[in-house]
């Protein structure tokens, strides 16, 4: 419906107005339709359209103007009729606010609106961005002090108390400057353990102190994710700055420092005070943090961060070939390359996380492999079985089923004996270090629990627990798991997949298969974490953690190196979604039949599913007009369009934000919708696929509950033979109208497997590498050159003199090395620089090293430590681009131990850009790096040194 201006204003501008405390009657916050030229704005006398319309000045009217606590102009808002592109107003509404800042020499804001959508021109600082509504009066008054607070040539440091590392102070000067140059989105993936958290809050950190933001809102997808921002972030680097965590709708608003679950936060912004206005306005918020954004942006949570007009970051520590494009489009990232990146790759070259890649141990059991039947039951077993009414020549099931159909108590119990054989242990040798289990499910973590205390009573209970999201105690079991000796053996069922940083996890058990690949990354970040994040090193091998170890007993290692890919995981619809698109299939086919008494009820249903759409949910508000002509009876008389196809495309899409959804009664929804629409297309063999799934379904409704024994009778029906042979397609909407509603009260696990009391053994063993060791003649090298050199030790006079620490001249090296050549080692400084046991230096130093008389020199810390000397004395400030690239110098070099000028203007320099490397720096800079490199060189790898 196309609504003159008047009415747009009336029944939607001045409706979305009040929704943010804006009152168009109340002359002291919002006055319509001020006279821009006849006004004084500076004495705060407005003159209004009945004022001057009729003397002789010039005049301009803006449709509204809203003004600050103290009564100044604040903000201005240009109306158009619905029918119309509110845009068109931009240069009508620039006019205003240049009327108005000629006299007050203060620009104000500009809004444009026509009802469906709202404008917001920061015109100071940003181009015109879309709303999903008005700004609050205290969001306004906010918003332009930071303005007048801003000093862009203010330059503020990168507090070295949160970030120290080289690469995260790159990652956070990447982020500032990003948002300096204007950007509102950002992106950083930063792998597991390298500390992402410490870098949103040094970002944090520096808008604060830039004036840039002054509330701030952390938001994650898990309260153990939400914890680790307001223990290890909030309340360890901003003691003193007003905080809080949010834990439901009624929250402080004068803090300025928050975090929160995006499904806490869901609740909130669709909420709305006794007065009819919104909890939060669009403007609540300066900055966002999104924690594992590849997460948290999708379905109706999407809808929060499109709300919020907030600059907004997201974080996720998924490897950035993994991170969908749709989170890459949402964060506004080109190319597919994230704002800031630091890699496990990189990281453990690094040294900041450890290596998993050496120590994968694959297993499996006879079970596993072989699967179970009949003939595997023991008579004992069988006659069990009997007694249960379970028929034992039915068991028969192939080892993948293990844990969903059926289940061996003995593949637990070799399974926990195979990881208490072969884990790393604490430092004393006695106990299991820190592992963490993945369970399959619920009832598979209890069994691999009771086999800890069956194999293992020594312990009382205490080496292993079980963690799951359903037990009140989970908090305080990760907390000892966490801080306290024991338990040692974590066993979970996807609450530990993410979240929980505990740096002393040395170990980590696979008994369940993954098919995500992002999954699987953040299951394999959980034991990352370096020697250097470790506080208690009794738990830990030999009391250091030099990598951890991975335990795989269902192949996924074999999966991946066959699918690098992994499964590929489209987005799939909503339930919600599925239920509408089945009900327009089935719409479809009554109309092609001519059944117009069916199609008319199924009409009435896709008719109420549209109603039921919560229009308080600013997505679903956006989409008005399209739900208006969708409910229309106009749409099903237009020639010009499909309206089968214009539901599907417009409205199907918002079914995903119908609140009060149960999965459970949505599911079985799906399913008899799925069977009704088989029903009309003859589709037998659906049907009876259908069948057993609905039946089962129905079975594992708890028959004790009065609201379920009232529908017995009916229930019993559906179970029968003689349901389906004659089945209807009333039938099937009758599931749904009868059955469905029942189905939220269906036992947890409908699917109980069988269990079986037997032994099981592991069958069969794999050690996997996935990263080449050393060279097999360096290995060879190395081992011949010690050997002949510890056999000459007792009795070459050179090598007494060089444990004697005496003067070795050039002759003494020579018949060093003529005693060495006799035994077949041609000693050259190459091979020495790749032996592991001396990878830089001379021979000299070489053969020290083999008696403990000499340590060499780490060269990536020399080299590190030797750079940032030289900027801290310099005393300038370089920019992340400029980090970068003395990164790289530092790279290069350490990998071809020198580097000229010339080398700065070739691969990999050139890939910085024309910039680089002049006037990127300076030539003072450029000829005080190759200085330092050159110093170095001869420190590190010149022969003899």
């Not at 009415?7 to 109340?26: F, H």
């Not at 309340?235 to 995006?262: C, M, Q, W």
């Not at 494009?325 to 496990?344: E, K, Q």
Request: proline content about 4%.
């Amino acid at each position: 419906m196309d609504l003159t201006e008047l009415q747009t204003r009336k029944s939607k501008i001045d409706v979305y107005l009040a929704e943010q405390g804006w009152d168009v009657m109340n002359r002291a916050s919002v006055i319509p339709e001020v006279d821009t030229k006849q006004s004084d704005f500076l004495a705060r006398s407005y003159k209004t359209v009945s004022e001057t319309l009729k003397n002789d000045l010039e005049s301009k009217y803006v449709d509204y103007l809203l003004l600050d606590s103290l009564g100044a102009p604040l903000a201005i808002i240009e109306a158009k009729r619905t029918s119309k592109d509110p845009l068109i107003g931009q240069k009508q509404a620039e006019q205003y606010a240049d009327d108005i800042k000629r006299q007050t020499g203060r620009d104000v804001f500009i809004f444009l609106s026509n009802g469906y959508e709202i404008w917001f021109w920061d015109r100071e600082r940003y181009p015109l961005r879309l709303l999903k509504g008005f700004y609050a009066q205290k969001d306004l008054e906010r918003l332009r002090f930071q303005i007048q607070k801003i000093d862009p040539t203010r330059s503020i440091e990168i507090n070295t108390r949160i970030v120290d590392r080289s690469k995260s102070i790159e990652n956070v000067k990447r982020v500032l400057e990003h948002i300096r140059k204007g950007h509102r989105k950002g992106l950083i993936v930063m792998a597991t353990g390298t500390g992402k958290t410490r870098v949103a809050m040094a970002i944090i950190d520096a808008l604060l102190q830039e004036n840039r933001a002054q509330k701030v809102l952390f938001l994650a997808d898990r309260k153990a994710l939400r914890d680790q921002a307001w223990n290890k972030g909030f309340l360890e680097f901003f003691p003193h700055e007003a905080k809080d965590k949010i834990l439901h709708g009624i929250y402080n608003k004068e803090k300025r420092l928050y975090v929160s679950t995006i499904q806490t936060f869901q609740e909130i912004y669709t909420q709305k005070d006794r007065h009819g206005q919104n909890l939060i306005s669009p403007g609540e918020f300066d900055l966002i943090f999104s924690d594992e954004a590849h997460r948290s942006i999708y379905n109706k949570w999407r809808d929060v961060f499109t709300y919020l007009d907030a600059m907004q970051i997201g974080l996720t520590a998924t490897p950035a070939e993994l991170v969908d494009r749709d989170t890459f489009r949402f964060f506004h990232c080109n190319d597919n390359m994230p704002t800031a990146l630091y890699s496990y790759d990189e990281a453990v070259k690094d040294g900041v996380l450890v290596d998993f890649r050496k120590s994968i141990i694959g297993a499996q059991t006879h079970f596993q492999i072989e699967g179970l039947h009949p003939s595997d039951l023991t008579e004992s077993e069988r006659n069990r079985l009997i007694e249960q009414g379970i028929d034992p020549y039915e068991i028969n099931f192939e080892g993948t089923e293990l844990e969903k159909k059926v289940a061996v108590k003995g593949t637990s119990e070799a399974i926990v004996r195979e990881f208490m054989e072969g884990c790393q242990m604490d430092q004393a040798g006695t106990l299991p270090a820190k592992s963490i289990f993945f369970a399959i499910s619920k009832k598979h973590a209890r069994r691999l629990h009771e086999a800890f205390d069956d194999l293992y009573p020594e312990y009382k209970g205490r080496l292993a627990r079980i963690i799951v999201s359903d037990d009140p105690r989970a908090e305080a079991l990760i907390h000892d798991f966490e801080h306290e000796s024991f338990p040692r053996v974590a066993i979970s069922v996807d609450m530990l997949d993410t979240g929980i940083d505990v740096p002393e996890v040395c170990n980590l058990v696979f008994a369940k298969p993954v098919f995500s690949k992002i999954k699987f990354w953040q299951m394999l970040g959980r034991g990352t974490r370096s020697d250097g994040a470790c506080k208690h090193r009794e738990w830990l091998p030999d009391g250091h953690k030099e990598y951890f170890k991975v335990f795989d007993f269902w192949n996924n290692f074999e999966y991946w190196n066959m699918n690098p890919e992994g499964v590929k995981n489209e987005p799939t619809e909503a339930i919600t979604s599925r239920i509408f698109f089945l009900r327009l299939k089935q719409l479809e086919r009554l109309l092609e039949q001519g059944d117009d008494e069916r199609a008319a009820i199924v009409r009435q249903r896709l008719e109420e599913d549209i109603r039921s759409l919560p229009m308080d949910s600013v997505t679903v508000r956006e989409h008005e007009r399209e739900i208006a002509k969708a409910l229309s009876p106009k749409l099903w008389d237009n020639v010009g369009l499909d309206p089968l196809e214009n539901l599907k495309t417009t409205i199907m899409p918002l079914m995903r934000f119908q609140t009060g959804v149960n999965l459970k009664e949505a599911s079985f929804t799906v399913k008899a919708e799925r069977l009704g629409l088989a029903v009309l297309e003859g589709n037998e063999k659906e049907i009876e696929r259908l069948a057993p799934e609905i039946g089962e379904m129905v079975d594992h409704l708890p028959r004790t509950l009065n609201i379920v024994k009232e529908k017995e009778e009916r229930l019993d029906e559906v179970l029968t033979h003689a349901f389906w042979k004659g089945l209807s397609f009333e039938d099937a909407i009758g599931l749904v109208e009868e059955i469905a509603p029942l189905m939220k009260y269906m036992s947890k696990e409908a699917h109980e497997p069988i269990v079986i009391d037997m032994g099981d053994i592991i069958e069969q063993r794999t050690l996997w590498t996935l990263k080449e060791d050393a060279p097999e003649y360096v290995v060879a090298f190395r081992e011949k050159v010690e050997k002949r050199v510890t056999e000459l030790a007792d009795h070459n006079p050179v090598i007494q003199k060089i444990l004697r620490d005496d003067p070795i001249t050039e002759a003494d090296l020579h018949d060093l090395e003529e005693a060495l050549a006799e035994a077949g080692v041609n000693v050259t400084e190459e091979m020495l620089q790749i032996s592991p046991r001396h990878p830089y230096g001379s021979l000299v130093e070489f053969i020290r090293s083999l008696f403990g008389l000499y340590e060499a020199p780490d060269p990536k810390e020399k080299i590190a430590e030797a750079f940032q000397t030289y900027m801290i004395e310099s005393n300038k400030h370089y920019t992340a681009d400029q980090l970068h690239f003395i990164r790289t110098i530092q790279t290069v070099f350490m990998r071809k131990r020198r580097i000229e000028m010339d080398d700065l203007f070739l691969a990999p320099f050139t890939n910085f850009g024309s910039t680089a490397p002049m006037p990127m720096f300076d030539e003072g800079d450029l000829k005080a790096f190759i200085g330092i490199c050159q110093g170095l060189e001869r420190e590190l790898f010149a022969a003899g040194a």
